[in-house]
């Protein structure tokens, strides 16, 4: 089982910028897919982006123009890019990678990152 870290979170104001990292503990040219879910009070767990070797790259509707995924294999690490943040950004951010076991496949969870938006 691949073993995620997360870090990057925090407060900011309403249109500015943090950047979330998941350091996953193997090389992710491994893993079939990464990304970020998150999760506000109240509220479903929403896919917010995804990186796959199938479909490529996607986003929430809610987040697209605003957020960038991308990955640095060297460092088997990948990232999202927050910027423009609005106040209904603000959630618990979960990464997560699935991975190929001899059953089929497994998904593993980040401890999840707070992001709070606010004046």
């Known amino acids: 089982q691949v073993q995620l870290v997360e870090s990057g979170g925090g407060l900011v104001q309403p249109g500015g910028s943090l950047r979330l990292s998941c350091a996953a503990s193997?090389?992710?040219?491994?893993?079939?897919?990464m990304g970020w879910y998150r999760q506000a009070p109240g509220k479903e767990r929403e896919l917010v982006a995804a990186l796959t070797r199938r479909t490529g790259i996607n986003y929430a509707d809610s987040v697209k123009g605003r957020f960038t995924i991308s990955s640095d294999n060297a460092k088997n690490t990948v990232y999202l890019q927050m910027n423009n943040l609005k106040p209904e950004d603000t959630a618990l951010y979960y990464c997560?990678?699935?991975?190929?076991?001899?059953?089929?496949?497994?998904?593993?969870w980040g401890q999840g990152t707070q992001v709070t938006v606010s004046s």
């Open positions: 997560y990678a699935i991975t190929t076991v001899a059953a089929g496949t497994t998904t593993a």
């Open positions: 193997r090389s992710i040219f491994s893993i079939n897919a």
